[in-house]
């Protein structure tokens, strides 16, 4: 059974910084894309940025040029370091992967930005 553990969220001063990360284990095969949604208060879930297993990365308009996405294959791991934070960007954020057409999903994990 595929688990996604996160860590690193928290709350943080607006133009702060945090790192994201999610783990994948108990699968026996790498993972094809893995990413980030976020869902903020009242808010649909929406695309924060992802990665596939070739580095090839996409991220939402509203986060360019602030968060950069990577991962390390060998540990089937992702991160989200996220610059210049804005209140905005609260929202609880979910790591996902993809592999072998099916999807999984983490936990979540809650990140406040202050203004």
């Known amino acids: 059974q595929v688990q996604l553990v996160e860590s690193g969220g928290g709350l943080v001063q607006a133009g702060g910084s945090l790192r994201l990360s999610c783990a994948a284990s108990?699968?026996?095969?790498?993972?094809?894309?893995m990413g980030w949604y976020r869902q903020g208060p009242g808010k649909q879930r929406e695309l924060v940025a992802r990665?596939?297993?070739?580095?090839?990365?996409n991220y939402a308009d509203s986060v360019k040029g602030r968060f950069t996405i990577s991962r390390d294959n060998a540990k089937d791991t992702v991160y989200l370091q996220m610059k210049s934070l804005k209140p905005e960007d609260t929202a609880v954020y979910y790591c996902?992967?993809?592999?072998?057409?099916?999807?999984?999903w983490g936990q979540g994990t809650q990140v406040t930005v202050s203004s």
């Open positions: 108990g699968s026996f095969f790498s993972m094809d894309h």
């Open positions: 990665v596939s297993s070739g580095d090839s990365t």
């Open positions: 996902y992967a993809s592999a072998l057409g099916n999807d999984y």
